[in-house]
Nanobody
């Protein structure tokens, strides 16, 4: 079992920055990839960024150059640094951890970007 807790969401003006954190606990040795997803009202949950256990990263086109995902394996924590935020980045952001036999999700953290 893996438990994920996100933090760092909030309200920010367009052009501002936020840093999200996701702390994992439990059977963390089983975690491979970790990622951030987001879901806006009335829309599906979409990938934002993913990082492998080796540190390789991948980003949605909409956030490339603005968002940076990183991982501290010693702290079992993954981060999402979000810069140059836009109103369209407004969503609930979820952390996901992949293991061999499935995935775990956090409870989500709200990010609201005002224009």
């Amino acid at each position: 079992q893996v438990h994920l807790v996100e933090s760092g969401g909030g309200l920010v003006q367009a052009g501002g920055s936020l840093r999200l954190s996701c702390a994992a606990s439990g059977s963390v040795f089983r975690i491979n990839d970790m990622g951030w997803y987001r879901q806006a009202p009335g829309k599906q949950r979409d990938l934002v960024a993913v990082i492998t256990s080796g540190g390789s990263t991948n980003y949605a086109d909409s956030v490339k150059g603005r968002f940076t995902i990183s991982r501290d394996n010693a702290k079992n924590t993954v981060y999402l640094q979000m810069n140059s935020l836009k109103p369209e980045d407004t969503a609930v952001y979820y952390c996901k951890a992949d293991i061999v036999l499935g995935s775990y999700w956090g409870q989500g953290t709200q990010v609201t970007v005002s224009s």
